[in-house]
């Protein structure tokens, strides 16, 4: 995230709160796996019960304000730019 904040000069994925900012980051990079979904599970801001997935959460849920990809929300063409960002960001690299 910090190189694409760097590149914009704002935060990439702002959120009003830690759901907004998970849905934020789901419309770009799909949703989270299935480890990491456990975990936000457990977390009493975005809690649900046992083994939940990202439409039990709630986090994951398409939005208007929110790019449909990676280059529209970096305002960014440079296919190899975009390219080694996405990387930087993949949840399992």
Known sequence: ??????????PLFKGA????QLAR??????APPPFMLRAAAQNKGLSAEG???????????????VADSLGDAVQCTDADFLSFLGGC?????
């Open 1 to 10: 995230c910090v190189l694409a904040e760097l590149f914009m000069g704002s």
């Open 51 to 65: 083994s939940a997935t990202s439409s039990e959460l709630g986090i994951c849920v398409s939005s208007a304000s």
């Open 17 to 20: 709160d830690a759901r907004d």
């Open 89 to 93: 960001l993949r949840s399992e690299p």
């Open 25 to 30: 980051i789901c419309g770009i990079l799909g």
